[in-house]
């Protein structure tokens, strides 16, 4: 088959390995300024290079030029794995093929960006991802495929990552080579359980702990933002600046202490005043110095010790 493959990140170099190994002709669109170094994440333009794949990288894929180069590729599927770029009207009828996309969460829920973060901030108890034909309608199309992954009390963003990572490269080594019978088991998408979340809606650079939040609201907010190594929740202690690593997934008792005020510490970590009731810190890192353990930051705080 001719494939266009779409994307970024580990799923779409995995994605690129079994299309190359099965013998599929690819064109690789990498993500504008995907310059081939790998960071925390591979490059699929390197990875392109690496199984001889031809690659390009358009600055805006939905450009007059940039389209008609990938329509003269004459594919027989496109798909998409966490690119950056939303596709056009113009786009697809040029293309002329079956548009796919693998999208992170268990569509009609979590359209748009971060939904593995929404998914923990809402108290979802699974996320996933699902494999749907690409429309107008950003993730609005028709299902053809969902796998789903649990979501236990004290995951993290980056673990409920890595496992919907795990389960979307399996659905597409299932799916491919995406024959016309699979493409036809089509569900629409019921309205009625959609949300979208744009760019912007979930903030990640406000990492200080909004510590006056209800306990099990703020719980689930501090694992939605713990994404090594994109960012981790922080609050201040004296002139220190540390992280948490990991909380615990049970909410305390109810507290008259003002919010952020260190009730206990122990072994267990450290359980804090949030607005209503109690929460537990079970792991924390100092990004100062990351050879001191959690222990050893639990047992320099004081009782009573006031969190910023």
């Not at 690789?28 to 994440?41: E, F, I, L, S, T």
């Not at 690496?50 to 390009?56: D, K, M, T």
């Not at 810190?281 to 890192?285: D, G, K, V, Y």
């Not at 930051?297 to 320099?300: A, D, K, T």
């Given at each position: 088959m001719r494939v266009i493959l779409c994307g970024k990140n580990a799923t779409a170099v995995r994605a690129l390995e079994i299309?190359?190994?099965r013998g599929d002709q690819v064109l690789?669109?990498?993500?504008?300024?995907?310059?081939?170094?790998?960071?925390?994440?591979p490059s699929l333009a390197a990875a392109a290079d690496?199984?001889?794949?031809?690659?390009?990288a358009p600055r805006r894929v939905n450009a007059p030029d940039a389209t008609a180069q990938l329509a003269a590729f004459s594919p027989d599927r496109l798909v998409s794995i966490q690119y950056d770029q939303i596709l056009r009207r113009e786009f697809f009828?040029?293309?002329?093929?079956?548009?796919?996309?693998?999208?992170?969460a268990l569509l009609p829920r979590h359209r748009g960006v971060a939904p593995i973060a929404w998914a923990l901030l809402e108290g979802d108890r699974e996320a996933g991802v699902t494999l749907h034909h690409m429309v107008v309608d950003i993730d609005g199309g028709d299902v053809i495929a969902q796998r789903a992954v649990p979501i236990a009390p004290e995951d993290t963003a980056r673990e409920v990552y890595d496992r919907v990572c795990d389960a979307s490269v399996r659905l597409f080594a299932e799916s491919h080579p995406f024959p016309d019978a699979l493409l036809a088991q089509r569900r629409a998408q019921d309205a009625r359980g959609a949300c979208y979340h744009r760019q912007g809606d979930f903030d990640f650079s406000q990492r200080r702990v909004p510590w006056k939040r209800p306990a099990e609201e703020l719980q689930r907010w501090l694992r939605a933002m713990i994404f090594p190594p994109m960012q981790r929740p922080e609050f201040t202690t004296g002139r220190r600046?540390?992280?948490?690593?990991?909380?615990?997934g049970a909410i305390g008792g109810p507290t008259s202490a003002p919010p952020g005020t260190v009730v206990a510490a122990s072994d267990a970590g450290l359980e804090v005043a949030a607005g209503d009731r109690t929460l537990w810190?079970?792991?924390?890192?100092d990004p100062a110095d990351a050879a001191r353990t959690s222990a050893e930051?639990?047992?320099?705080i004081e009782p009573c010790a006031q969190l910023g």
């Open positions: 299309l190359v190994k690789v669109v990498a993500v504008h300024g995907d310059d081939g170094r790998d960071g925390w994440q690496r199984l001889g794949a031809a690659w390009v009828a040029a293309i002329g093929c079956p548009c796919l996309n693998l999208h992170f600046r540390l992280e948490v690593v990991r909380v615990a810190l079970r792991e924390l890192a930051l639990v047992r320099s």
